[in-house]
């Protein structure tokens, strides 16, 4: 088939154009915007320093060449193959098995909603923190002013008393999202990655620059970098890197699923996936020398050693420590003002990919617009968003919730992806043979056996290490009730959101399809040899 016969038969089947980037730089910006998320900068250097220091980039570099990079390169040729968002890609892989392989899309789909309802509030308190660096707002004491003033958080419950420091930022990036979704892909996810990510960029760089050059500076790097390779005997130390780079590249739920059906049919995907990767990576290294840069000043300042202070990840770090810092330093305002605002768009280019898995999902099987889908979808989550959320017991919510759907959720649907393509549905051969098709980096046999039995095995030991933890040791301390109802009840609503999508009807439906480019007849799917360079871009 050639190309413009696959795309007129793509015409007729969504009876519109299917969206695409403008080229192979757009994609790769809107990938790599993805990527680079509110994990690189606040969990990153924290978990490297915890597990080995400089000998934790062993553990990392070959979590990302045996799992991060072979699983990216599975959900683009799923994505690339099928064209159309996690449910149309994986009903369309299963085939006859299509309607049980929906589910596992929606199943993303779903998680891919819930992670968007707390992670927008995270970006408006980054917007908030930004506002607050001009005059160092937050005073001395910031522990007090995040969770006293700021959030006025209250004990685990359910509350709908309403923050509106919280909630008035929360809404207005709602509003902003739902924007550029509507905007379509092109005009709306891709012009906004092409505008943030390079100012994302200039600006940390600038920020760690200005960390290098703080007293103290080097003890922060020392300690993060010296390497401690006894630390490669403990397997946590393994599982912390491997869960670093899966949580990282934005694989498994959903995102390069539908990021990779956006590009034309020619269209290379090793070679750019391989770019995002080692993008990502390099964001993640760059961010750890700029917080313990910054963490080796603070240290200085208070006459300990770094491996002394607490809040090295997450919330801590980024509202707590942080601002602390920034109130100590010469031309602190200015450096909160960088801080603040690279995560700020880090996390709304991340929210963006999240958000753009759900709209793509509606879109297809309810035969919406992209401003439909937009408005309707983005309605549904700022509302849920703000009345879980921007309320009193907002933070610890947000707590509960993020470590179920990351730690739970993705992982599981990372495993179910893996079992079903190459074990159940016998995938493998056709999902190489159709990244070899298009791309000038060739997969080999060895991309089937890690993205088909060493990441399920390790996601698996993962997932199983974390539910009887969960189970047996609970969780931050939290009442059990409260873990059952936000942590596994968000698990139970995501499964039982998955059944009630699959059960209802597609206005179009996504059968009426076929793969290009094909299998050659002639020869048996495992010896399938990629076509000439016709079929390359």
């Excluded at 401003?371 to 879980?388: F, N």
């Excluded at 993020?402 to 999902?431: C, H, M, Q, T, Y």
Aim: aromatic content about 14%; charged content about 10%.
């Amino acid at each position: 088939m050639s190309s413009s016969s696959a795309a007129a038969e793509e015409r007729g089947q969504h009876r519109q154009p299917r969206e695409q980037w403008t080229g192979q730089v757009g994609f790769i910006l809107a990938a790599i915007g993805s990527a680079v998320g509110l994990g690189n900068i606040w969990r990153f250097p924290g978990v490297a320093y915890e597990n080995g220091g400089g000998a934790f980039l062993i553990p990392y570099l070959v979590a990302l060449l045996t799992a991060g990079i072979p699983i990216l390169f599975l959900d683009y040729a799923v994505g690339h193959r099928f064209r159309g968002s996690a449910p149309t890609a994986f009903r369309r892989l299963g085939g006859r098995n299509g309607r049980a392989l929906e589910a596992l899309g929606w199943f993303q789909v779903a998680i891919c909603f819930a992670i968007s309802l707390y992670y927008t509030v995270v970006i408006a308190w980054s917007v908030s923190y930004f506002v607050f660096s001009f005059d160092l707002r937050w005073g001395d004491d910031t522990a007090g002013f995040l969770v006293g003033d700021y959030l006025q958080t209250s004990d685990p419950g359910f509350s709908l008393t309403f923050v509106p420091s919280v909630l008035i930022p929360l809404a207005l990036i709602w509003i902003a999202v739902i924007v550029v979704l509507a905007a379509g892909v092109a005009r709306g996810v891709q012009r906004v990655n092409v505008i943030f990510l390079p100012l994302l960029v200039v600006a940390f760089a600038a920020l760690v620059v200005r960390a290098l050059f703080l007293d103290g500076a080097a003890d922060g790097l020392n300690a993060l970098f010296t390497p401690d390779f006894a630390a490669l005997a403990d397997p946590n130390v393994w599982i912390a890197a491997y869960s670093q780079i899966f949580f990282s590249l934005s694989i498994a739920f959903g995102i390069m699923i539908t990021y990779a059906s956006y590009r034309r049919r020619r269209s290379n995907l090793t070679t750019p996936g391989l770019v995002v990767a080692f993008a990502n990576s390099s964001f993640e290294i760059l961010a750890g020398i700029g917080v313990f840069a910054t963490l080796g000043f603070f240290a200085f300042q208070q006459g300990v050693d770094v491996g002394e202070l607490e809040g090295l990840t997450g919330v801590g770090l980024s509202f707590i420590t942080f601002p602390a810092i920034v109130s100590q330093m010469p031309g602190g305002p200015i450096f909160g003002i960088l801080f603040f605002g690279s995560l700020a768009m880090a996390g709304f280019t991340s929210l963006l990919s999240v958000l753009q898995v759900v709209s793509a999902g509606f879109q297809e099987k309810f035969a919406l617009s992209p401003r439909q889908a937009a408005v309707r979808v983005g309605v549904v989550a700022a509302v849920l968003s703000i009345l879980l959320f921007s309320t009193t017991t907002g933070l610890l919510a947000l707590d509960t919730v993020d470590n179920w759907a990351n730690n739970i959720g993705i992982v599981l649907s990372a495993i179910l992806a893996s079992i079903f393509a190459f074990w159940v549905l016998r995938k493998g051969p056709e999902l190489r043979y159709h990244l070899n098709s298009v791309s000038t980096f060739r997969v080999g046999g060895i991309w089937t056996v890690l993205a088909g039995v060493l990441a399920p095995v390790i996601l698996g030991y993962m997932l199983i290490s974390r539910i009887v933890s969960l189970i047996i040791d609970g969780y931050a301390g939290y009442p059990q009730w409260y873990l059952l109802a936000l942590g596994w009840g968000a698990i139970a609503v995501i499964v039982a959101g998955a059944g009630l999508l699959t059960a209802l009807r597609w206005r179009q439906s996504p059968d009426d399809f076929r793969a290009w480019p094909p299998l050659p007849d002639h020869t048996p799917p495992h010896h399938a040899a990629a076509p000439t360079e016709g079929g390359r871009r």
